[in-house]
Every structure is written in structure tokens, then in C-alpha cells.
């Protein structure tokens, strides 16, 4: 029997999954040319079917990529030519921002609080690029729908970069409110790894043409020259562009899986009040995010070897909360009958 996986990445995947990789090979997906018609129909059919089911703005384009990680350098050569300023609370905002550091750019790196919202009056009117992680996946907290249309409202001149691997996919995203968005698939997807999307504005290309930087085979320009004509930059992982094609193709609308996602995260909430050894390591209800929990245990790892035993595996804590936290994805592929096993786990253990 495999175990159920809660990890926040990579995470469960789609059911249908198993289905789709055999339609794939019958098909010929897998030996697919990518300069081909049929692979220019596929991505043609895939950038379709992700404006209409994830709701995007008719102005904005999409880029397939291999990783969030390859987003953030693709931000920063492609992108950049004044400041970028980096508000983050937890590890992966912090490794953005690093990566934006190494290639020589100015940037600010302006922390907040776990417990926190970002604080409008620290990010600087003079900045080109404000920078956020919808869901900081190391630790759990999310910006809500409020902060980043405040953010929006209040620096109305100047552009905004979203890390959106851990929601995108499964939350009702407002993509008005960025301009840089992007997400690998094995979070809320519910994709194997090795395909990001990224999401931009026509302001971002805008800026990404009078900097006209096309020193780099995924030089931002590049990329776009690429997907006008349906081709990607480099010879793309074919197969799982077919999955994200194929599985968004069967959702409803993300507005349902959104409702399930916060449904969930709901009835998690009342379940955490019920277990004495096991609390949120946020405290503050308004900032936690629906589709990572990051939870307190005073012993994570042998709460993790005993789940092992009964067939889930539960994300480790990420850095500075490895010791005392562990993570459970809340994403669209796990169903609620995964969640009510998991349930009748923590409530029986003593562990
Ligand atoms: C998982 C994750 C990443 C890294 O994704 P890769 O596909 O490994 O590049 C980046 N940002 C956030 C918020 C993540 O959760």
C-alpha cells in the first residue's frame, strides 16, 4: 500500500494521474517533437484552459518553466533595473531574495513577524519591484486578498512579484493584484515535479522590454517570443505540461476548489482545538494560510515515524521550526476521506 501523502511538496498527487500518463503514452505524448503542430496545439490548448478555469486577466500571458527556483533568477536577470524590494517572514521569501542578491541587484530585504501582517510604511515608494510569497510554505502564513490589494492601492506605480507555489491552483487568486506570478506544479496542482507556470502582466513586459535584457536562454523576452507561438524556450517536460492540460480540463472552477480548500481548513481548525498535544506554531488566525498548516508537537519525529506506521507521511518543519513543528498540506488532490483517516489517527495516538 503507498502512503498518504500530506506533505506541502512535493505532494499527493491527482488520482486521475495513473489514467492520464497512459492516454499520454498511447497518444504518442511522450515522444512529442516541440516544434511540432501537435505539441503547439497542446500548449495553445493548456495556456487556454489555465486563463479560463484559474480565472486570469485577458492581458496576461503564461510561460511554462521548470521551477518557482527558476522563476525567482528569471525575475531577477530579466526583470530588474531599479530596486527590488523583498518583504518576507520565512524561508522561502528569504531565499528569493538571496538569489535576486547574488546576481548583483539592489535589493531590501524588509522582514515581519510571524504573528504579522507586512507593515505598509516599510516598503519603499522609490522601489521598482515589491516582492511577497502568497504562502510562506516553510511556516505556514499566508497574505490575504486585504493586504495585497492594499498593497496594490497604495503603490499604484509600482510592480509586484507573487510566489504563489503553494496556492496557486487551489485558491481563487486575484491576478489583477500582481504582476509576477509563478508556481511549480507539485504543490496544489497536485503534479509530479519539474514544470512551473509563470504569469505576467503586460506591465511586467512592459518593463522586461525597455530593460531588454536576452542574455540567457530563459531570458524573460525570450520566453515570450517562445509562448506567442505556442513553443516553449528548451525542449519542455511534454508530459507533464499534458497532465496540467488534462487535470484542469476536469476541475469545475478553482472558486469550487477554493470553497473545499477553505471548508477543510475550517474543520481543521476545529479539530486542532480537540488535540491536546497539537497547536498551530502561528498564533494569529489572520494570517495562517489554508493550504499549508504548519502545527506544533513536542515531538515531531516520533509523530512522524508513527504516522509512517499508519500510512501517511506528515511534512517535516522547515528550518528554524524543525524541532517543534510539522507541516500538513491542505491541497485540492487529498480527499476527505484521507483527511477523516488522518483524523482518527491524531485522535488515537498518544504519541
Ligand atoms: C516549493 C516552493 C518553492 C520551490 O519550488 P521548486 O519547484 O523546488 O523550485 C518556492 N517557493 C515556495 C513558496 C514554495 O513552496
Request: glycine share 4%.
Amino acid at each position: 500500500m503507498s502512503l498518504i501523502s500530506f506533505y506541502p511538496g512535493p505532494s499527493r498527487i491527482n488520482s486521475n494521474i495513473s489514467k492520464f500518463v497512459l492516454e499520454a503514452f498511447d497518444q504518442g505524448i511522450l515522444a512529442m517533437n516541440h516544434r511540432s503542430d501537435e505539441f503547439m496545439n497542446l500548449v495553445g490548448s493548456t495556456k487556454k484552459v489555465i486563463h479560463e478555469k484559474l480565472n486570469l486577466p485577458k492581458n496576461y500571458q503564461i510561460i511554462f518553466t521548470s521551477s518557482a527556483t527558476e522563476c525567482w533568477e528569471i525575475f531577477a536577470q530579466s526583470c530588474l533595473s531599479g530596486i527590488s524590494q523583498h518583504v518576507y517572514n520565512g524561508a522561502f521569501g528569504r531565499k528569493w531574495a538571496t538569489i535576486t542578491d547574488k546576481l548583483d541587484f539592489p535589493t531590501v530585504h524588509t522582514s515581519f513577524g510571524l504573528e504579522e501582517i507586512p507593515e505598509l510604511k516599510e516598503i519603499n515608494p522609490k522601489s521598482e519591484w515589491i516582492c511577497l510569497t502568497h504562502c510562506e510554505t516553510s511556516n505556514g502564513t499566508f497574505l490575504n486578498n486585504t493586504i495585497l490589494r492594499q498593497i496594490r492601492k497604495q503603490f499604484p506605480d509600482q510592480l509586484i512579484a507573487i510566489d504563489a507555489t503553494a496556492t496557486m491552483g487551489g485558491l481563487n487568486i486575484d491576478f489583477q493584484l500582481g504582476d509576477f506570478w509563478f508556481a511549480s506544479v507539485q504543490k496544489c496542482f497536485g503534479l509530479p515535479s519539474g514544470l512551473a507556470v509563470l504569469i505576467v502582466s503586460d506591465k511586467a513586459i512592459t518593463k522586461a522590454q525597455a530593460i531588454n535584457e536576452r542574455n540567457h536562454y530563459n531570458s524573460l523576452l525570450n520566453m515570450l517570443d517562445n509562448t506567442a507561438k505556442n513553443q516553449t524556450h528548451y525542449t519542455p517536460n511534454i508530459l507533464n505540461i499534458f497532465l496540467l492540460f488534462k487535470s484542469l480540463n476536469k476541475i469545475k472552477s478553482v472558486e469550487k476548489i477554493n470553497e473545499k480548500l477553505d471548508e477543510r481548513f475550517k474543520y481543521y481548525n476545529q479539530l486542532i482545538k480537540e488535540l491536546p498535544t497539537i497547536n498551530w506554531l502561528v498564533k494569529n488566525p489572520a494570517v495562517r494560510s489554508p493550504t499549508v498548516l504548519a502545527l506544533t508537537h513536542p515531538s515531531p519525529e516520533s509523530l512522524k515515524n508513527k504516522a509512517k506506521q499508519n500510512g501517511f507521511i506528515l511534512g517535516n518543519g522547515y528550518g528554524p521550526w524543525k524541532d517543534n513543528t510539522f507541516r500538513v498540506a491542505n491541497f485540492p488532490s487529498i480527499k476527505w476521506k484521507e483527511v477523516m483517516k488522518l483524523t482518527s489517527f491524531l485522535q488515537s495516538t498518544n504519541v
